[in-house]
């Protein structure tokens, strides 16, 4: 993979999809990323629900549930229920930033998408991608959380290349780049050029 071109982040994801080697996989991401809205939904705000809460298991056998403390809970009247599932902060996160979930044809919300899932380092980049289910100040950041129909959440697990396309556009919107690769400098929470738009609890 060749580092993104920003300016042009179509003719960049042609080039790229020359050097899969299986013709409809290349076709098939070529039409999603065309009709991109169609396919993965995004927050409307960079907010950061829980500074200091993250996805780590002490048991690797069990799933992780979360207690939320009474201040978040009491900052969030229209959201009386809180999953307190091992991915239910990062849910909450989405809706309360204004994304939207749409249902599929089993009842179920579309899944809600880590951008950054430790997988796929950018090209010369020596640092480990980021996992950020694992770090406290990137598990509840909606800017690095989208909904995605289910062809889209395989591609973005399967091919480097659609997942940072997603990533970079996470960059677009919201100034959000955690592993340093769009910009020169990022604060504390990974913003360059903007910043979170608000951090509804720390701790």
Known sequence: ????????????????????????????????????????????????????????????????????????????????????????????????????????????????????????PYPANARPSLQAVKEARHFTQSAGLVAVHPLADSLADEFAVFSWRLRAESFRRFGYDPEGVFSQSQDGLGFSGRECMRVWYKG
């Open 1 to 120: 993979m060749q580092p993104c071109n920003l300016e042009n982040l179509a003719a960049w994801l042609e080039s790229e999809a020359c050097s899969i080697p299986i013709e409809s996989h290349r076709c098939v991401i070529l039409e999603v990323a065309r009709n991109l809205d169609a396919y993965v939904k995004w927050p409307e705000r960079a907010e950061l629900l829980w500074e200091g809460c993250d996805r780590k298991r002490e048991n690797a056998q069990q799933q992780r549930y979360h207690a939320y403390p009474r201040e978040l809970k009491a900052a969030l009247p229209a959201h009386r229920f809180q999953d307190r599932r091992s991915n239910g902060p990062a849910i909450m996160a989405y809706a309360v930033a204004g994304g939207e979930r749409p249902m599929r044809n089993n009842g179920r919300g579309w899944n809600i998408h880590h951008l950054y899932d430790g997988k796929f």
